[in-house]
């Protein structure tokens, strides 16, 4: 087992960052203050240069590097924050960036790594994919590779966040964040258990990326088959050797959450805070809303990111209005008659609901003969109001199915 990071490395790393990163604002949230019954607060790195945490590692490790291997550029993998992170902190420093992303990586990731400078290059579908690319450019050209997590002095740049947390809520009992390969959450623990040994630390990863779970049972890094999950800024297959190290000697628990409970916390932080969160970011919140989870109030969850393509966000809030029983889709099949579509939509108005969108069929094979199907996108104020409008139309003599959502 490698040796762990110590405070003072955590300490130096922040002499390097004075002035070059925001301390992001740590702000009091009154709906998980209340959902939990204790004081909880909100660490924005969300609102962080690049729009996420990473370039306190990014930065950190590359002012590190020798005139001559700056010379040679830097190259890196990301699927989208990491990437951002080198690519502004290349530029700072001097130096050229190349970054591998997988292929689909979001458009304004994409476009925002290119605006601070670096070149981009697409391997494969995964970050895996993209840091074994990485490597070979590397080995290649010389250019010297910023890890995504498993490196000391990009363990040591994210750890400068947990020291922003102690300064700036000293009784914190518990620390909740994402997790992809443990960088963030690694420097966090060293910080915190060195100055608070007493403090929960509490990683959060993807249902359909859990490579931590897997891997704390064996006792040694497990690499996923696969991943599936719409937070793709910790879609991590494998956990790194360093970073593990950190995580099983230092973290208290880590826990998972489904893309429905990402969803969900996109809405709440959206809807209640006014902060616009990548699914990735809002992993802690996810969890703190979904998981019964053993907390040391007070609690602190971390915002790690903000980086969200404009059409996932869409999607997500529709996903997560669904999901709070705010969105319904619905099919209603009735008689082809004149007047008809108009007496389901005037149903429908006389509940308040607001329709979306309608689509009206009468060619399927599945209808019989003088049958029309209506596909009506609806919103409601809530579950109760979603039950008592679809009671309401079946009562009518409609036949209607529930397409998605939940009455």
Request: some cysteine.
């Amino acid at each position: 087992m490698r040796d762990l990071l110590s405070l003072a490395d955590i300490e130096a790393a922040r002499k390097l960052l004075a002035g070059v990163v925001r301390t992001t604002p740590l702000d009091h949230s009154m709906p998980l203050s209340a959902t939990l019954g204790m004081p909880a607060f909100l660490k924005c790195e969300n609102q962080q240069r690049a729009g996420s945490y990473k370039v306190r590692g990014a930065y950190t490790r590359i002012s590190r590097l020798s005139p001559e291997e700056r010379a040679r550029g830097v190259v890196a993998a990301s699927a989208g924050n990491h990437a951002q992170g080198v690519a502004l902190a290349a530029g700072l420093l001097g130096t050229h960036a190349t970054v591998f992303m997988p292929e689909g990586a979001p458009l304004p990731k994409v476009a925002a790594t290119k605006g601070y400078g670096a070149e981009i290059e697409y391997a494969g579908s995964t970050v895996d994919d993209s840091l074994a690319a990485a490597r070979e450019f590397a080995d290649r050209t010389g250019a010297v590779l910023i890890h995504p997590f498993d490196h000391r002095d990009v363990i040591a740049g994210q750890g400068t966040v947990g020291l922003e947390i102690l300064e700036q809520c000293p009784e914190v009992g518990t620390i909740v964040t994402a997790v992809g390969g443990g960088g963030l959450i690694s420097g966090v623990a060293v910080a915190a258990k060195a100055i608070k040994p007493d403090i929960r630390i509490i990683g959060v990863q993807a249902a359909g990326a859990a490579a931590y779970p897997l891997s704390l049972a064996a006792g040694a890094p497990v690499t996923l088959a696969e991943s599936a999950t719409i937070a793709d800024g910790i879609a991590v297959m494998r956990p790194g050797d360093l970073t593990f190290a950190h995580v099983a000697d230092l973290v208290d628990d880590v826990v998972t959450v489904t893309d429905e409970d990402l969803s969900a916390a996109l809405l709440v932080l959206l809807e209640r805070h006014k902060l616009v969160v990548e699914p990735a970011g809002g992993a802690a919140v996810a969890a703190l809303l979904s998981a019964s989870l053993p907390l040391k109030p007070p609690v602190v969850g971390i915002l790690s990111g903000g980086n969200i393509d404009p059409m996932l966000l869409m999607r997500v809030i529709e996903h997560g209005l669904a999901s709070a029983g705010r969105f319904l889709r619905l099919s209603v099949r009735t008689g082809d008659k004149p007047g008809e579509l108009a007496r389901i939509l005037a149903e429908i108005a006389r509940h308040r609901a607001n329709i979306v969108d309608v689509m009206h069929t009468r060619q399927e094979p599945r209808l019989s003969f003088g049958e029309v199907e209506v596909q009506l996108s609806v919103e409601t104020r809530g579950p109760d109001h979603s039950q008592t409008l679809i009671g309401s139309l079946r009562e009518s003599g409609y036949a209607v199915t529930l397409l998605s959502g939940t009455p």
